[in-house]
């Protein structure tokens, strides 16, 4: 092993970066050469390499996004654009590569080490924390915190006018980010697509708040969720605007509805995503210089290890019922 590249690939999550630089400076100091591929499967295919040195990654652990950019590609879930981008990696002379996305990165990772011959390590990033094998994904705390930031201020608002916020998270088949934003920000109630719940019910406690004395609610919905609603390209596709409509008309409430969008990617990692990604990116490194390959690296029990991608991608991550039930019994 002399020469790795490294790439960020899917949506982007805080902690990419510090999970970037880690890699950078760890293979550096093992005298491995390092080549960063910009904007992920595409700059495979389009030879969009850069050498990295270790002042590349200077002042970029603190920074959101990622300095490799990211995007997704199309021709790389195609046989021969793989094929380009196998020419690409063996005319650089790259031994290895490490991927740092989620599902969609992991699966072009497994692609490469299965098709191509070039030993290569996953790094979960994503702020979804959906995937299996390990108890974090890198951006999620950020995320998480961003989502609380942003519901600690709509409360402000919706007590001062004694209103119903319905908040809209990320999370379009997951919705563990928007059950622990809601758990740590006291939501009245969580929505998310693995629980089924009904209009009723939600109208019901929302009333019945108010009643008890209560100044406001507030309502955690994963953009995900599609039952109950109906006809939800009405509101294009947005459940949390679907969901303030129907209060209103039934309840007779004031709602107001956030759609916090993109908002929830951005933004300086915590110190949680810049430490894990941090070992991370070291863990990926020490692997391929090992002679692992088809590995995602993971965060179990406080450790840093690592596990086939296959079972990372096969298995499915779900969620914890208890923290479901929790959440709801804080909310009363």
Known sequence: MEKIGVLTSGGDAPGMNPAVRSVVRT????????????????GLIENDFIEMKRNSVA?????????LLTARSEEFKSKSGREKAFKNMQAAGIDGLVVIGGDGSLKGARAIN????????????TIDNDLACTDYTLGFDTAMNT?????NKIRDTATSHE???????????????????????????????EIDFTLEEVNKK????????????????????EKPFEHLSKYNGSPGMALGEVIREE???????????????GGSPTATDRVIASRMGAKAVELLIDGQRNKMVNYLQHSIGYCEIDDALKDEHKIDMDIYELARILSL
Do not use: W
């Open 27 to 42: 293979a550096i100091y093992h005298d491995l050469e390092v080549v960063g591929i910009k904007r992920g499967y595409a």
């Open 251 to 265: 309840t007779g409430l004031e709602t107001r509805v956030s759609v916090l969008g993109h908002l929830q990617r």
């Open 114 to 125: 299965n098709e191509l011959d070039i030993p290569t390590i996953g790094i979960p990033g």
């Open 163 to 193: 209103r119903t916020f319905v908040i809209e998270c990320m999370g379009r088949d997951s919705g563990y980010l928007t059950l622990m934003a809601g758990l740590a920000g006291g939501a009245e109630f969580i929505l998310i697509p």
């Open 59 to 67: 002042d970029i652990i603190h920074r959101g996004g990622t300095k």
């Open 206 to 225: 929302i009333v019945s708040g108010f009643e008890k004395g209560k100044l406001h609610s507030l309502i955690l919905i994963a953009e995900g969720v």
């Open 147 to 151: 989502i609380l930031d942003s519901l």
